[in-house]
T-cell receptor, first 111, second 116 residues
Framework: GQQLNQSPQSMFIQEGEDVSMNCTSSSIFNTWLWYKQDPGEGPVLLIALYKAGELTSNGRLTAQFGITRKDSFLNISASIPSDVGIYFCAGQQTGANNLFFGTGTRLTVIP | GAVVSQHPSWVICKSGTSVKIECRSLDFQATTMFWYRQFPKQSLMLMATSNEGSKATYEQGVEKDKFLINHASLTLSTLTVTSAHPEDSSFYIC????????????FGPGTRLTVT
C-alpha cells in the first residue's frame, strides 16, 4: 500500500509553544486529512483539505495541502495539555475507496 | 451527528475461540464500512472494506476466512475473529461512510482484543 511518512515521530514541548508536523508521500493525493487519536480511542477528524495549496484552520490548528499534492503540514499554536495525543495524516486518491494513514506523530505537552 | 459506536470496547478471549465485534452508525446510514487494525505505537492498517449487502473486499495479507466481515444493514457491520490466537491481539477500529467516495469516514472508538 501507499506509504505516508510523518515527521517528527514524537515531540515533547512546553505548554504554550507552537507545534509543526508534516506528512510526505511518494504518491499524489487529492484529499488530505488530519486526525487526532487519544489513547484507547478511535481517530477524530481535525481538518480536511481538498485543493493543492489550500490552507485551512480549525481553532488553534492550521493545515496546508502541499503544492505538489505529495505532502501536507499541520501546525498547532499555543499548545495546551489536552493537545497530547497521536496525530495522523491520511490521504485519499481520486477513485480510491479507502484512506492511507501516516505513521503518526506523538505529541507530549509539558505543563 | 455522525457517531459510530463499537461493541465491546474490550474483550479477552482464550486461544482458539471466536470473537465478534460490532460496529454501528448511530445517526446516519453507512453505505461503506471499513475495518482497521492497530498494533501498539503503530498506525492504522486497513483490513477490509465492506459495502452494505455485498461481500467485503480484503486487503492483501488479510485472511478472509479468519476475519469474517458482515455488513447486513446500513447501520451495522460485524467483524468476527475466528479461532483467535495471541498474535491476533490488537486494537480493532471500524469507520463508516455515508455516501460515496469523497465523503468523510467517521471512526468508532475501537475494540481492544486480547487473546490469552
Amino acid at each position: 500500500g501507499q506509504q505516508l511518512n510523518q515527521s517528527p515521530q514524537s515531540m515533547f514541548i512546553q505548554e504554550g509553544e507552537d507545534v509543526s508536523m508534516n506528512c510526505t508521500s511518494s504518491s499524489i493525493f487529492n484529499t488530505w486529512l488530519w486526525y487526532k487519536q487519544d489513547p484507547g480511542e478511535g481517530p477524530v477528524l481535525l481538518i480536511a483539505l481538498y485543493k493543492a495549496g489550500e490552507l485551512t484552520s480549525n481553532g488553534r490548528l492550521t493545515a496546508q495541502f502541499g503544492i505538489t499534492r505529495k505532502d501536507s503540514f499541520l501546525n498547532i499554536s499555543a499548545s495546551i495539555p489536552s493537545d497530547v495525543g497521536i496525530y495522523f495524516c491520511a490521504g485519499q486518491q481520486t477513485g480510491a475507496n479507502n484512506l492511507f494513514f501516516g505513521t503518526g506523530t506523538r505529541l507530549t505537552v509539558i505543563p | 451527528g455522525a457517531v459510530v459506536s463499537q461493541h465491546p470496547s474490550w474483550v479477552i478471549c482464550k486461544s482458539g475461540t471466536s470473537v465478534k465485534i460490532e460496529c454501528r452508525s448511530l445517526d446516519f446510514q453507512a453505505t461503506t464500512m471499513f475495518w482497521y487494525r492497530q498494533f501498539p505505537k503503530q498506525s492504522l492498517m486497513l483490513m477490509a472494506t465492506s459495502n452494505e449487502g455485498s461481500k467485503a473486499t480484503y486487503e492483501q495479507g488479510v485472511e478472509k476466512d479468519k476475519f469474517l466481515i458482515n455488513h447486513a444493514s446500513l447501520t451495522l457491520s460485524t467483524l468476527t475473529v475466528t479461532s483467535a490466537h495471541p498474535e491476533d491481539s490488537s486494537f480493532y477500529i471500524c469507520s463508516a461512510r455515508e455516501g460515496g467516495q469523497g465523503r468523510w469516514q467517521y471512526f468508532g472508538p475501537g475494540t481492544r482484543l486480547t487473546v490469552t
